[in-house]
Structures are given as structure tokens and as C-alpha cells.
């Protein structure tokens, strides 16, 4: 399984992008309990989000992307940065751990 570097970019300004921010949470949370979401917060300064996630191919987490709520109202755009993750030391343990 590969891990993805899902950074997003808003396209709107922060006070648009709040109303959208339960649903977008609520999107996180159900990913995070399925197992999917290693780690997800706000960029500082924040022009968008970083989402660390695992899957098994690049179509799969632009399907999982694309029913994120701020995908659907057009708030936001992810790149995607796909790497599979090696044992240490290039890799911590507790990282791989998440894995």
C-alpha cells in the first residue's frame, strides 16, 4: 500500500470556505475511522490543507478526493503526491506502524 501527500489549495477566501468546514470534517473523521487518514490539518499560513493518506493507487484517492465536500462545491484543489514508504531507517517505526 502506498502513502499520498494530498495537499490542498483553497480557492476561495476563508470566510466562504468556514460554512463547508462540518462536512468537510465530518468527510475526515468517516476516512480517518476506516483507516485511511494517517494525519490531515490546515497549512500555516492557511492557503490550504495537507491530508496523509494511504491507498492502493493513485485513481483510488482521486475517487476518494473527489467526494470530499470542498472538492464538490469547488473550494478547493488537491495535488497528490504519491511515494511507498520504505523500512527504516528511512522510515520510523511508529510510522510504519501506521501504515
Not at 502506498?2 to 468517516?30: I, N
Not at 487518514?37 to 485513481?59: C, D
Amino acid at each position: 500500500m502506498d502513502v499520498f501527500v494530498c495537499q490542498s489549495r483553497y480557492l476561495v477566501p476563508l470566510d466562504q470556505l468556514e460554512s463547508h468546514l462540518p462536512a468537510h470534517g465530518a468527510w475526515l473523521t468517516a476516512l480517518t475511522a476506516a483507516g485511511r487518514v494517517l494525519a490531515a490539518g490546515r497549512q500555516t499560513p492557511a492557503r490550504g490543507g495537507v491530508i496523509l493518506m494511504k491507498g492502493e493507487s493513485r485513481a483510488e484517492i482521486e475517487e476518494i478526493l473527489a467526494a470530499d465536500p470542498y472538492t464538490i462545491e469547488g473550494i478547493a484543489a488537491y495535488e497528490i503526491t504519491q511515494f511507498t514508504p520504505r523500512p527504516a531507517p528511512v522510515s520510523s517505526e511508529s510510522f510504519l506502524a501506521l501504515l
